[in-house]
C-alpha cells in the first residue's frame, strides 16, 4: 500500500542554450508528489504518516523553495554570485531562514545561505525527479514520483527497498531501534 502527500516549490529558473521561452529567466510553481511503499504499519493503520514524509522531504528539498536554480555552465551563475556578494547577501542574510542544510551530490549542490542550487543538467521536470530521488532514497521507501511545473508533468516509478522498521506508535522509521519523534525503543 502506498500513502502519498504533496510539496509546494516556487522556484527560478531557465533552461541555458534553449532556443524559445525557457531560456529566459522565469519562475514556477512547481508541485512535488511523492509516493511511499511499505506494509500498513500495526497500530497506527497506515503506512507511513503523510506529516512525516513532508518533513523529511522538507528538511532537504526546502532548497529549492524561492530558490534559483542554474546549471552549473550557465553564464548568470557568476553574474549572480558576484551581484550577491556586492550586496552583501552571498553568505546569507538574518532574514533567511529559510534554508535547509547544504548538500552536494552528483547531479546538484546547493547554496542555502544565498537561496541557489546549481544542477549539472538543465532543470526540468523529469531533472528534478532525478535530483530528488537521490535526495531521498535512503530516507523514504519512494515508490513514486511526479513533478508538475506550469503545464509540464513527469512521473517516475522505482523499486521501493523491503518493509523498514517502523515505530507502532506513530509509523516513524526507527533509527537503530528507538522512534526519533516519539522515544519508541524496539
Known amino acids: 500500500m502506498r500513502s502519498i502527500t504533496t510539496l509546494s516549490l516556487q522556484y527560478a529558473h531557465r533552461f541555458y542554450g534553449f532556443r524559445g521561452e ?4 522565469h519562475g514556477h510553481t512547481g ?3 511523492i509516493e511511499v511503499e511499505d506494509n500498513v504499519e500495526k497500530g497506527v493503520n497506515m503506512v507511513f504518516p503523510c506529516n512525516e514524509i513532508q518533513k523529511t522531504a ?5 532548497n529549492f523553495d524561492h530558490a534559483l536554480i542554474l546549471r552549473e555552465d550557465d553564464p548568470l551563475l557568476p553574474a549572480i554570485l558576484k551581484v550577491y556578494e556586492e ?3 552571498r553568505d546569507g542574510h538574518p532574514t533567511n531562514t529559510m534554508k535547509g542544510p547544504a548538500f552536494e551530490t552528483s547531479l546538484a549542490k546547493a547554496y542555502p ?3 541557489l542550487v546549481v544542477t549539472k543538467e538543465t532543470m ?3 531533472g528534478m525527479i532525478k ?4 535526495l531521498l532514497k535512503d530516507k523514504l521507501n519512494i515508490a513514486k514520483l511526479t513533478f508538475t511545473s506550469g503545464v509540464n508533468a513527469a512521473s517516475e516509478e522505482f523499486h521501493p527497498i523491503e518493509s523498514v522498521d517502523r515505530c507502532p506508535l506513530c509509523g516513524v522509521r526507527l533509527e537503530n531501534g528507538v522512534c526519533p519523534k516519539c522515544g519508541y525503543r524496539k
Open 58 to 62: 522538507w528538511d532537504v528539498l526546502k
Open 87 to 89: 550586496q552583501g547577501i
Open 131 to 134: 535530483i530528488v530521488y537521490d
Open 124 to 126: 526540468t521536470v523529469e
Open 22 to 25: 525557457a531560456q529566459y529567466l
Open 113 to 115: 545561505e544565498c537561496r
Open 31 to 33: 508541485v512535488l508528489t
